[in-house]
Every structure is written in structure tokens, then in C-alpha cells.
């Protein structure tokens, strides 16, 4: 089988049913699959699964303390906009432009861990990474980890039933994971201990690395306003934390084509722009279907994409080397000829129109 038809661990319910459709289980089926992908005492394999939620979870009693002890409405708006537009604009930034895509490169590893954690942190790269790619190659078909046509919960617990690696994957598999991952800069696990563990990642090295993030960022904003807006931050994060599980089903009309003319210009899947998610993290999710490997994905003039004016002041810094902006191309091959053939004038498109992308090496790693 192709790599990434088997690099993702495939639930108890399968990809596609016997006749090779979309398997699209029950809410008892998905939630009978989290309950065993969770469970560390069954199978020391899973521990990335329980820690996702274990992460998760942990930040609800910031989010309780807050409101019983230190709640006020500017608190609120603090968290608010710290949730959605830093965390929000932090996956954009280095999960989904940076670890996924390679959309643009650093100079040092110092500038590469700033970003890393620019925020708290609450999703370890692996689950992210590997997935994202998957969802690329296969979008809305059986395998998309986070398929809008078997529904919202589906997408919801993907983090867990659909995200994971393989558990049996040959070494040559393996070490295309690695190669995947190598420019985030985690630790990764040999082979032998792969085997043994069932990840890529080292669970030593996610745990500290998340309890060092947590620990400075909690005594950053203790330092600036005390447990009341520590708490009211760490308590924002699992808005965000939870929030993010729905994403890619609301991105992709929630399995019905709600595209629109001149907004949407990629036709390949039934990703959307939308004005919040584009807004508030950059995520204008269509044109980013239209061109992965781009650093910017708000070509049009009210596509405001901070986590682009982020990666644009790092470079402006010098602490990214190299980043690639496709909004000439996206203007040349799709705005433009839409706007003429609006005009009713005559449009030839580039001979090129075919490739979507021809830096998206997705499928290639």
C-alpha cells in the first residue's frame, strides 16, 4: 500500500466499508474507539492519546479557578483574544505553515524554539503533522482523518481515533515519519523504540517539553497580572483546546458544498474561506487548499493574515531565511480570470492551471 494510505492508524470501524465507501460510523461506534485509543493500561500505545486529553483536561482548573475567584469582564476579552487570536495564529504559524508545510525556513534553532512556543502549547507536533498531510493527499475521501462527510464528531475525537500513527509501520515507513517531523526539531523515537512505544515522538521529552511551556508562560503572566490573569489565560487556552476539534468540519461546510463564486476558487474538495477563522488565525482555508505551501494564504485585500505579518517580521529580522508567497500566482491564475470573465471578455488560463501547487510535496516527503 501507498505510505500514506497505512502511515495513520486505522480505527476499529476502518476507513471504508465493504463495498469501499466512506465508513461512517455511529456516535456509539467513535466513542467505543476513543475509550480504547485512551486507555494507557491496556497498551502503553496510546499514551499520546490519553495525553492529548490529559493536556486538555488539565487546563479546566485554570478555567474554574477563574471564574470562582479572580473573574472580571476585561479578564474575559483578555482571554478571549488570547485564545482565538494568539493560539489560533500560533497553529497556523508553526503546525500548519511551518510543521506541516515548510512554508518558510529559520535561520537558527533559537528562532525555531521562540515559535515552537510562542504560546501554550497543548497539541504535540506528531499528531498534527503526519495527519495533515493525510488530509491533504485525501481530502473528503475514506482515510481524510477529519472527514466533514462522516460527521461532526467524527472530526471532532479525530485527535484521537483517526490522527495517530500506525503502530505497525516497516522501517522504511518509519523513517519517512522522521523525515516528516525532522523540521520541527523533536526528539525522535529510533525504530526499536517505536516499536516498543508506538510513536514517533519520546514521552519523556513531550512531557517536560509541555511542562516547561506551561511553566514559564504561567509565571509570564504572573508576573504581569498576578493568578487572575494567569488563570484567566491558561483557563482561554482550553476554549481554544476544544474549539480547534471542530475546525476542519466547519472549514469544509460541514460535508455540504457551501463554496461560493469568486471567494472560493479551489474546486479540488469542499474547503471554505471563512471570515472568522481568516480573521483571527489566518486561516482563509480554501486558498490554503489552493496553495499548501504557501506562507500567506490572504490574497485578496480583506484577507487579513497575521500569521503571515508574523512570519513576514521574522524575516524582516533575519530570523527566517526564506518564505514563499503565492498571492502573484493566485492573482494570475484565478483572480484575474475570474474578473475578466465577469467583464465578458475572453480568458485563457496559464498552461500551467493544472498544478494546483507544484511545491506541495505532501505526498513526497
Not at 484521537?160 to 526528539?187: F, K, M, S, W
Not at 485585500?301 to 512570519?311: F, T, V
Not at 531565511?321 to 493566485?330: A, E, N, S, V
Request: overall charge neutral; hydrophobic content about 40%; aromatic content about 16%.
Amino acid at each position: 500500500m501507498a505510505f500514506l494510505d497505512r502511515v495513520l492508524r486505522e480505527p476499529a470501524y476502518g476507513w471504508r466499508t465493504a463495498d469501499g465507501e466512506l465508513s461512517k460510523p455511529t456516535a456509539r461506534e467513535l466513542l467505543r474507539e476513543w475509550a480504547s485509543r485512551v486507555n494507557v493500561f491496556a497498551s502503553r500505545k496510546n499514551w499520546q492519546s490519553f495525553s492529548m486529553w490529559l493536556f486538555t483536561t488539565s487546563l479546566a482548573p485554570f478555567f474554574l479557578a477563574f471564574f470562582y475567584w479572580h473573574f472580571s469582564w476585561p479578564l474575559v476579552v483578555a482571554g478571549f483574544f488570547y485564545s482565538m487570536v494568539g493560539m489560533g495564529s500560533y497553529g497556523t504559524v508553526w503546525l500548519h505553515r511551518y510543521g506541516t508545510h515548510g512554508a518558510y525556513r529559520f535561520k537558527s534553532k533559537l528562532a525555531r524554539f521562540i515559535t515552537k512556543n510562542l504560546v501554550i502549547r497543548v497539541c504535540p507536533d506528531e499528531i498534527y503533522v503526519i495527519s495533515h498531510h493525510v488530509h491533504h493527499a485525501k481530502s473528503e475521501e475514506p482515510g481524510d482523518p477529519y472527514n466533514p462527510l462522516a460527521g461532526g464528531l467524527y472530526c471532532f475525537l479525530a485527535d484521537t481515533n483517526h490522527q495517530p500513527i500506525a503502530t505497525d509501520l516497516t522501517e522504511a515507513e518509519y523513517d519517512r515519519v522522521c523525515r516528516l517531523l525532522e523540521r520541527t526539531g523533536t526528539p525522535l523515537h529510533t525504530y526499536e523504540q517505536y516499536q516498543r512505544w508506538g510513536t514517533a515522538e519520546k514521552p519523556l521529552h513531550t512531557y517536560l517539553a509541555f511542562f516547561g511551556n506551561w511553566a514559564f508562560w504561567y509565571g509570564a503572566f504572573y508576573l504581569m497580572g498576578g493568578h487572575a490573569l494567569a488563570t484567566a489565560i491558561f483557563g482561554s487556552a482550553i476554549v481554544w483546546a476544544i474549539g480547534i476539534r471542530t475546525f476542519n468540519f466547519g472549514a469544509h461546510g460541514s460535508g455540504k458544498d457551501r463554496r461560493r463564486e469568486g471567494v472560493d476558487f479551489h474546486r479540488g474538495d469542499l474547503s471554505i474561506n471563512q471570515l472568522w477563522p481568516g480573521f483571527v488565525a489566518g486561516e482563509w482555508h480554501n486558498n490554503h487548499h489552493l496553495f499548501p505551501t504557501s506562507a500567506r494564504n490572504g490574497f485578496l485585500p480583506y484577507q487579513l493574515d497575521l500569521p503571515y505579518l508574523y512570519i513576514r517580521t521574522l524575516k524582516a529580522l533575519g530570523a527566517v531565511t526564506d518564505m514563499r508567497d503565492h498571492t502573484h500566482i493566485f492573482m494570475e491564475r484565478h483572480y484575474e480570470p475570474y474578473l475578466a470573465a465577469k467583464r465578458g471578455e475572453a480568458v485563457t488560463l496559464p498552461a500551467e492551471e493544472a498544478a494546483v501547487d507544484p511545491e506541495d510535496v505532501t505526498a513526497t516527503p
